[in-house]
């Protein structure tokens, strides 16, 4: 059973902060997966990485950034969060070779 | 890049009817379609997927088709039941010699099933 999680299921910061959002995966998946998601906009893919320290830009990569120190953990980082980047934010995990995604319950990030 | 659209972003049926979802691509090298269900609260799910080398995949209640010349695919739900009632995302992606390509996901549609 593929498990998924993320460090918060709801977090509010102010204008300025710099927030970090982890995503843990216990499947030893190659690919990890960050999404925001809107209403009306669906899922739009931020980044992604196929392997450790490996990442590359989805298509909003504009105001976050991404660490994938270690296998099972990839990390999802505003450096300086803006009222815009109030959302819902979903973390994936793909094995490798394979397709389908398998989803984290999400962070409802609040910017004030 | 590709981009997927997907129609009607709301539907209502009553409670045994069929549903209908619809989603265009515009990248004629895309060869994955899967489709996502997302319960209220809860995490997007793979409900069926279907390739582009098969015209039909069905499970169940649900069925997807896929036309490759007009590039869209379709979500089909018979005997609707209030446990369909939820957001339904289609993706498409190209995925050659087993590398995992990103998927690209439409806007959703907000399925209804009225009792």
């Known amino acids: 059973d593929v498990k998924v999680t993320q460090s918060s299921r709801y977090l509010v910061k102010r204008t300025g902060e710099k927030v970090f959002l982890e995503c843990v995966q216990d499947?030893?998946?190659?690919?990890m997966f960050w999404y925001r998601q809107d209403p009306g906009l669906g899922l739009r893919l931020i980044y992604f990485?196929?392997?450790?320290?490996?990442?590359e830009k989805g298509d909003i990569p504009e105001g976050y950034s991404v660490s994938r120190e270690k296998k099972e953990r990839f990390s999802l980082i505003l450096e300086s969060a803006s009222t815009n980047q109030t959302s819902m934010y979903l973390c994936?995990?793909?094995?490798?070779?394979?397709?389908?995604?398998?989803f984290g319950p999400g962070t409802r990030l609040l910017v004030l | 890049g590709e981009n997927v659209e997907q129609h009607p972003s709301t539907l209502s049926v009553q409670e045994g009817d069929s549903a209908v979802i619809k989603c265009t691509y515009s990248?004629?090298?895309?060869?994955?379609f899967p489709w996502y269900k997302q319960e209220l609260g809860k995490r997007p799910q793979l409900i069926i997927d279907i390739r582009s080398n098969v015209g039909e995949k069905k499970d169940q209640r649900i069925a997807v088709t896929l036309n490759k010349t007009a590039k869209h695919f379709s979500l089909h739900i018979t005997e609707t039941q209030p446990e369909d009632s939820a957001v339904y995302f289609c993706a498409a992606s190209n995925n050659y010699g087993g590398a995992t390509n990103k998927l690209i996901f439409g806007t959703g549609t907000l399925l209804a099933v009225q009792p």
């Open positions: 499947m030893d998946h190659e690919n």
């Open positions: 990485s196929y392997d450790v320290k490996m990442k």
């Open positions: 994936a995990t793909v094995p490798g070779g394979k397709e389908t995604q398998y």
């Open positions: 990248d004629s090298a895309s060869n994955y």
